[in-house]
């Protein structure tokens, strides 16, 4: 069965610094990935998702994430953040014949310092 | 921008009362999820449902939760009797799945907030 470990529940940096969001997961077929990002009193947004083809996704707002599949791996990183990326970022997979099954880790608090 | 529609937005219930929680899904979206979120728990995945049936409800407590889909346009979730440890948000999101497995992401609403006193 596929679980997810994020290696990090909190995460603190400076503005414009650069940030790696960590995510393991755990599963013995192929995998879809996504990573979610949550602000405070909302609903969480997909923020970028593997499903095929090149392993390094990219967001629109300078995120970008490798899938690695010798190590299970599929981290999160941006080069230089803002205080607007302050948020929760979740990563999930979802496993083949699981009918779309969503299986979320435990979520890494990104809190950006000025 | 599509939304999921959240009802209501926040709930304060006396343990032992009946809570109805509702979600309209994207239209043309064939999969609803129902997930929990707590401090201490994450994110829980209570239920979900395929072109309106059940597919898998096992993370749900069956002797007072009960998720439905009466039709395309509504997804309910039941607590019935309401207890203090229910108290969490509760996510609706949905999804169009291609074939067994393939998703492109979904959507999440922006939850009810409920708590049981």
């Known amino acids: 069965a596929q679980s997810v470990t994020q290696l990090d529940s909190q995460v603190p940096v400076f503005e414009e610094a650069p940030v790696e969001l960590r995510c393991n997961y755990s599963s013995s077929v192929s995998v879809y990935l996504f990573w979610y990002v949550q602000y405070p009193n909302q609903g969480l947004q997909l923020l970028l998702k593997y499903l095929s083809g090149s392993t390094l996704v990219e967001s629109i707002n300078g995120f970008e994430a490798e899938f690695n599949k010798s190590q299970t791996s599929f981290h999160l990183r941006k080069p230089s953040v803002h205080i607007s990326d302050t948020a929760e970022y979740f990563c999930a997979v979802s496993e083949e014949n699981q009918g779309g099954k969503l299986i979320f880790g435990q979520g890494t608090e990104l809190s950006v310092k000025p | 921008d599509a939304r999921v529609t959240q009802t209501p937005r926040h709930k304060v219930t006396e343990m032992g009362q009946e809570v109805t929680m509702r979600c309209q899904p994207i239209?043309?979206?064939?999969?609803v999820f129902w997930y929990r979120q707590t401090m201490m728990q994450g994110l829980e995945l209570l239920a979900y449902?395929?072109?309106?049936?059940?597919?898998?409800d096992s993370g749900m407590p069956k002797d007072r939760f009960s998720a439905e889909m009466p039709d395309a346009t509504l997804a309910t979730l039941k607590i019935q009797p309401s207890e203090p440890r229910d108290s969490a948000v509760y996510f609706c999101?949905?999804?169009?799945?291609?074939?067994?497995?393939?998703?492109?992401?979904?959507?999440f609403g922006s939850g009810t907030r409920l708590t049981v006193v």
């Open positions: 999101a949905s999804g169009l799945v291609i074939g067994w497995d393939l998703n492109y992401g979904y959507t």
């Open positions: 449902f395929r072109n309106r049936a059940p597919l898998d």
């Open positions: 239209l043309g979206h064939n999969t």
